[in-house]
Protein backbone atom coordinates (compact mmCIF):
# COMPACT_ATOMS: atom_id res chain seq x y z
CA UNK A 1 0.00 0.00 0.00
CA UNK A 2 2.90 2.05 1.07
CA UNK A 3 4.50 2.00 -2.73
CA UNK A 4 0.59 3.14 -4.26
CA UNK A 5 0.73 5.99 -2.16
CA UNK A 6 4.44 7.34 -2.45
CA UNK A 7 3.67 6.61 -6.03
CA UNK A 8 0.48 8.77 -6.43
CA UNK A 9 2.50 11.38 -4.78
CA UNK A 10 5.18 11.32 -7.38
CA UNK A 11 2.71 11.41 -10.22
CA UNK A 12 0.61 14.15 -7.92
CA UNK A 13 3.51 16.79 -7.92
CA UNK A 14 2.90 17.65 -4.73
CA UNK A 15 5.53 18.41 -2.01
CA UNK A 16 5.85 16.07 0.86
CA UNK A 17 6.09 18.91 3.64
CA UNK A 18 2.63 20.05 2.39
CA UNK A 19 0.88 16.69 2.54
CA UNK A 20 1.98 16.47 6.06
CA UNK A 21 0.78 19.64 7.17
CA UNK A 22 -2.71 18.76 5.05
CA UNK A 23 -2.37 15.72 7.83
CA UNK A 24 -1.67 17.33 10.62
CA UNK A 25 1.64 15.51 11.06
CA UNK A 26 5.07 16.37 10.87
CA UNK A 27 7.15 15.71 7.76
CA UNK A 28 9.30 13.30 9.39
CA UNK A 29 6.05 11.70 10.68
CA UNK A 30 4.85 11.65 7.21
CA UNK A 31 8.43 10.17 5.85
CA UNK A 32 7.94 7.26 8.74
CA UNK A 33 4.44 6.23 7.42
CA UNK A 34 5.67 5.95 3.90
CA UNK A 35 8.57 3.76 4.51
CA UNK A 36 6.42 1.63 6.76
CA UNK A 37 7.97 2.38 10.04
CA UNK A 38 5.01 3.64 11.55
CA UNK A 39 1.14 3.47 10.39
CA UNK A 40 -1.31 5.93 9.20
CA UNK A 41 -4.31 6.46 11.17
CA UNK A 42 -7.58 5.70 9.99
CA UNK A 43 -7.95 9.16 9.71
CA UNK A 44 -4.60 10.01 7.92
CA UNK A 45 -5.23 7.51 5.21
CA UNK A 46 -8.63 9.30 4.74
CA UNK A 47 -7.43 12.58 4.21
CA UNK A 48 -4.20 11.19 2.10
CA UNK A 49 -7.02 10.02 -0.52
CA UNK A 50 -9.23 12.81 -0.21
CA UNK A 51 -5.66 14.71 -1.45
CA UNK A 52 -4.70 12.08 -4.01
CA UNK A 53 -7.89 10.86 -5.34
CA UNK A 54 -6.95 11.80 -8.78
CA UNK A 55 -4.18 9.94 -8.68
CA UNK A 56 -4.68 6.67 -6.85
Not at 25 to 51: D, P, Q, W
Amino acid sequence: MNEKINEAIKKSGLKKKWIAEQLDITYNSLRRKLKGEINFSKLELEKLNSILENYL
